[in-house]
């Protein structure tokens, strides 16, 4: 629908050159929108809601990785020519700052789809943890610091108890003077880190510490990413509001029904938990109960160290661990050495992060994809 800007092509220069884009929708209608997407599961989303009134594709190739990807200079291009972008945000797609530094003079909507969910929804799932020791941290420094509060008053009680009635009184109003200007100026300073903090985190592009970004993967936080889809495309296509709609809800009851098959897992399990290659499912535990013990962190590239490794191995020991999952896109010789240590059999288990070329082939959706990893977990955690 667009023509190339000259200034984006001087732009994309530096970026270095890689492979072209795959896992399309082609839409034979011209005046369908030109939606992009990061995450398979917005573009399989889009594809659902917009229909014939979207020609959508993914930027991330078969099989690659979300957390280490980077666009080529065809896919700037592509995306200067596109009339919607839509990714995750939380910190996933590190190069969106950078994007949008690019794309800036085009027309293009870019849209961090997990911006609708909200933060107690994201603390549910990766913030759990972090919270409660930042919970515990703040109480020991405030028992801490009453306590040297109360000695040293009580010193300073015993040191002047002799002296001069104004002279003490003067001490006691210097000495109440410093510690309120102190204590504000502590105030002031720990309120304005907080804010910045909490701007920091609201803000696409930065560090988004304990959240774990593949909300995808929750059947009901996925049904905020695609009320985001549907309505971006009701904003960019306001005519088709009605087509849209329908189309989103829809989407909708396959969700909940997806919901449900997760609590009928849960429920059937002997076992809650299970072993996996990187730490992705977090929101399976918070809103299902089923645990994941995972090799690497949130991250691919955040391996365990030696310490952390040993001991993954030795629970998976003791608990006599049949199976460990694997993934899709994830290779790791932590994962053949933990498996071979304790013996035991891999089973899929797919993050739809991205498609593989063998998912392509055997066209494959978010929800068959998803069916599938309910039976491998069925399998891992003894719920036949």
Known sequence: MKKKSLLMLAAVAPWILAGCNTGSNESSNEDALEVYTTVYPLQYFAEEIGGEFVSVETIYPPGSDEHTFE??????????????????????????????????????????????????????????????????????????????????????????????????????????????????????????????????????????????????????????????????????????????????????????????????????????????????????????GIEQQAIAGMSTTDEPSQRELTELIESAAAQNVEYLLVEQNVSSKLTDVIQSEIGAETLPLHNLSVLTDEDLQNEETYFSLMEKNIESLRTAMRAE
């Open 71 to 288: 666009p080529s200079q065809r896919d700037m291009i592509d995306l200067a020519e596109g009339d919607v972008f839509f990714y995750i945000g939380l910190g996933l797609e590190g190069f969106v700052e950078n994007a949008k530094d690019v794309l800036q003079s085009e027309d293009l909507n870019m849209v961090a789809a997990a911006d609708a969910i909200s933060d107690e929804e994201l603390e549910a799932g990766g913030h759990e943890e972090h919270a409660h020791e930042e919970d515990e941290h703040a109480h020991e420094d405030e028992e801490e610091h009453a306590h040297e509060e109360d000695e040293n008053a009580h010193e300073d009680e015993e040191e002047h108890a002799h002296e001069e009635d104004e002279h003490a009184h003067e001490d006691e109003e210097e000495h109440a003077h410093e510690e309120d200007e102190h204590a504000h100026e502590d105030e002031e300073e720990h309120a304005h880190e907080e804010d910045e903090h909490a701007t920091e985190e609201g803000h696409e592009g930065h560090d988004h510490g304990d959240t774990d970004p593949h909300v995808w993967l929750d059947p009901v936080l996925s049904q905020s990413l695609a009320e985001t889809v549907k309505d971006t495309l009701i904003e960019e296509m306001p005519d088709q509001e009605a087509y849209f709609t329908e189309n989103y809800e829809s989407l909708i009851e396959q969700l909940d029904e997806l919901d449900h098959q997760f609590e009928e897992l849960a429920h059937d399990a002997e076992i809650n938990q299970f072993f996996v290659s990187h730490a992705a499912f977090s929101y399976w535990e918070s809103r299902y």
